[in-house]
């Protein structure tokens, strides 16, 4: 296991380095974790906060031995949404950098992204989740996209992607009354994919973490780049999409070390690629 520190806040008390880290970075063999770190604040999100996750998360995108990266909150929340008492919402604060059109979104990483919401996921923690290819949430975690409450609405692409994960009646519910939902209706109009317990929520993340880093890395890479922007697109085009980007997601020796991986995990794939007598 390694870790690191992202940006560090140092303090110098009595001769030692104090150190709050907005996100930390994990690494836990192929599998990176951002950590989201500000539980005196429930995890709210200022400038520094955004500015980190986005630019830990290019690192795992850019890191060839990380295969799956996992968004997580420190303490017992996720994340609590914007931090209303922060000075970079103050008018003129200099925005976070991000890819183009992120928002605060991480759909834009081409490795599977998790989110283990381990506690409240409210406004702008909730739209750091919905650009997660997968949704684990704690029974104890309450979800939603509160912003109108307070007079605002879902500036980080919460009225974008809620639509088109949980159709739009749900989603005009969740932005337009605002309220938050618990763990079993947040799993039943399809908000998360699964409900854990406390205790087993990162088991349960980290298991399927392991699935996805078992996969081949440029097929998964190409499976969530044409599912991404299937729904964006017709029918035709989409098919047309899917051709071309298949057609060229691998080298051949690059597939034949997949199948040689997969033949060492299953003895039924070492006889479907077992070379005939």
Known sequence: MSNRRGRLLRTEIQGKATMADEVVFEKQGRIAILTLNRPDRANTINHELSSLLQSLALEAANDGDVRVLIVTGAGKHFCGGADLRSSSRQPGATRPITPPGAGLGLDWVPKPVIAAINGACMGGGCEIALSCDFRYLSSVANIGLTEIRFGALPAGGGTARAPRLVGLSHAK?????????????????????????????????????????????????????????????????????????????????????????????????????????
């Open 173 to 277: 519910r969740l932005i337009m009354v605002g309220e938050p939902v618990g763990a079993d209706e947040a799993k039943r109009i399809g908000l998360v994919d699964e409900v854990c317990q406390p205790d087993e929520l990162m088991p349960k993340v980290t298991e399927l973490a392991n699935v996805l880093a078992s996969r081949a890395p440029y097929a998964m890479r190409t499976a969530k780049q044409i599912l991404n922007r299937t729904l964006q697109i017709d029918l035709a085009s989409a098919l047309e999409l899917e051709r071309s980007l298949i057609s060229r997601m691998a080298t051949p020796e690059e597939m034949q070390e997949a199948r040689q991986e997969a033949s060492e995990r299953s003895a039924t794939y070492a006889n479907i690629f077992a070379k005939p007598d």
